[in-house]
């Protein structure tokens, strides 16, 4: 990096040494002459237009974002405060851990070493402050999501089938995705495989892969009740311009579904506990976190033969824990919280094979629409070692959102059932996709 005429004479990270030793002179040359009668002869203090060099100095911080921005990087506000870590005087600097030290050790030798190169010094800062893409926070949502989405399979009830020949065959004709396979007095235990990639696009992006199940026992009876309960666990690998992320998350989670004739009602809730290990991609800063996301969602419908309509109400919870980063700056514990309206059809019916009558398939469409009528603002306050602090302020997301679903299911009389799912979210620029295998064994 050019350093600018402002900037001339500081190198790097290791700069502030200087500043330190200037600012101590500063203070010495201060209580000095407050101490001894200025005299006409002081060649440094009495001058006429002559003032303290040392007053108003420039901090290294300062110096470093001026020469950015005099190399034309765009620099994100949050990063240019969190950026004030690197004036850290000495008497808050020798109360870190040894591990946060040697964070600092790396973060001026990367600044000295990128000194030519203005682009690779901002992606030290960016590393230096926390991550803005909100990835875990929207990687725990799209889980507890998938988790909703795999016990819908559980549920989805249909009316007869208007045909004759069905009548004997299914007392009740249940099919599709909305109101699961059903068995009268029965119960039934099932497990799915999930997969999902979600992604956001901009300036802040991320791109996460998961990868899990979700298992649960259920138990029916003939008046149309359904419950159960069910464990999930989930893998996932999120990949920013800043960081690589490694998640795990466990849930716990059960559902009931009502429906003793067209109209059906059915409930979810859920528990999930996530641990991020976070290591940023330069400077190799490494954090921890955890968020506690709490999943409940309630839908009602009409279950038709071929078109089916549905709406529900979502909620989705998460609490992300106080924790301190590689650096010793600590971050307040914040809630993110989204009440979200749905409203959609599916497009689904039952066809026999007739090489083998006791199997049936099932192809599916489902198209819904999503809107975020209630949340809560994504920022949250970070503290530096000497008790300043921040506002981490990130960009807020689409309230109008779409999904949609594609897939199909084997049902096998009297033994169980095998299906194959897509599922699709879109809200502005983030997008998630699913793919889910169900296998149900009938007890």
């Not at 620099?75 to 008497?91: K, T």
């Not at 992006?205 to 419950?227: I, L, M, R, Y």
């Not at 940023?280 to 309630?298: G, H, M, R, W």
């Not at 819904?368 to 949340?375: C, E, G, L």
Request: proline share 4%; net charge neutral; charged share 20%.
């Amino acid at each position: 990096m050019k350093l600018s005429q402002s900037a001339s004479g500081i190198l790097s990270a290791r700069y502030r040494v200087v500043l330190i030793l200037c600012a101590l002179a500063n203070s010495a040359l201060t209580s000095a002459s407050a101490q001894a009668a200025p005299s006409v002869t002081d060649p440094f203090f009495n001058i006429p237009g002559v003032t303290n060099p040392f007053l108003n100095m420039p901090t290294f911080k300062s110096l470093l974002i001026q020469d950015l921005k005099d190399s034309k990087v765009y620099i994100n506000p949050v990063v240019e405060q969190a950026a004030e870590i690197l004036d850290l005087d000495y008497e808050y600097l020798i109360k870190l851990t040894d591990n946060q030290q040697d964070a600092f050790d790396r973060v001026d030798d990367l600044l000295y070493e990128l000194d030519e190169a203005p682009k690779k010094q901002y992606q030290v800062l960016r590393e230096v402050a926390p991550d803005l893409s909100k990835s875990g926070i929207h990687v725990a949502s799209n889980i507890a999501k998938s988790i909703i989405n795999a016990t819908s399979a559980r549920f989805n009830a249909s009316t007869v089938p208007q045909f004759p020949s069905y009548q004997n065959y299914y007392r009740r004709g249940l099919y599709g995705r909305s109101g699961g396979e059903y068995n009268a007095e029965s119960g039934s235990v099932w497990v799915q495989g999930l997969f999902n990639h979600a992604e956001k696009s901009g300036k802040e992006s991320f791109s996460a892969n998961s990868a899990g199940f979700a298992a649960g026992v259920e138990a029916c009876s003939p008046d149309g009740f359904k419950a159960g309960i069910g464990y999930s666990f989930a893998a996932t690998s999120i990949d920013t311009d800043r960081s690589q992320n490694d998640a795990k998350t466990h849930t716990a989670f059960v559902y009931a579904g009502f429906q003793p004739e067209n109209f059906y009602a059915n409930f979810f809730g859920g528990f999930g506990h996530s641990s991020y290990d976070d290591t940023t991609k330069t400077a190799k800063l490494e954090s921890e976190y955890q968020i506690n996301t709490v999943s409940t969602q309630i839908a009602v419908g009409y279950s038709a033969p071929v078109l089916s309509p549905e709406i529900a109400f979502r909620f989705i919870g998460s609490h992300e824990k106080a924790y301190t980063d590689a650096l010793g700056v600590e971050f307040e514990s914040k809630n993110s919280t989204a009440a979200t309206a749905i409203g959609g059809f599916k497009l689904s019916n039952r066809y026999r094979l007739r090489s083998a009558k006791a199997t049936s398939f099932i192809p599916e469409l489902k198209a819904a629409v999503t809107y975020d009528f209630a949340r809560s603002t994504p920022n949250k306050t970070a503290f530096l070692p000497n008790g300043s602090s921040y506002i981490v302020e990130t960009d807020t997301d689409k309230r109008l959102g779409a999904e949609a679903s594609a897939g199909f299911s084997l049902n096998f009389k009297g033994s169980g059932s095998l299906a194959v799912m897509y599922d699709g979210a879109f809200q502005g620029r983030l997008q998630s996709h699913s793919i889910a295998l169900n296998v149900k064994i009938y007890l």
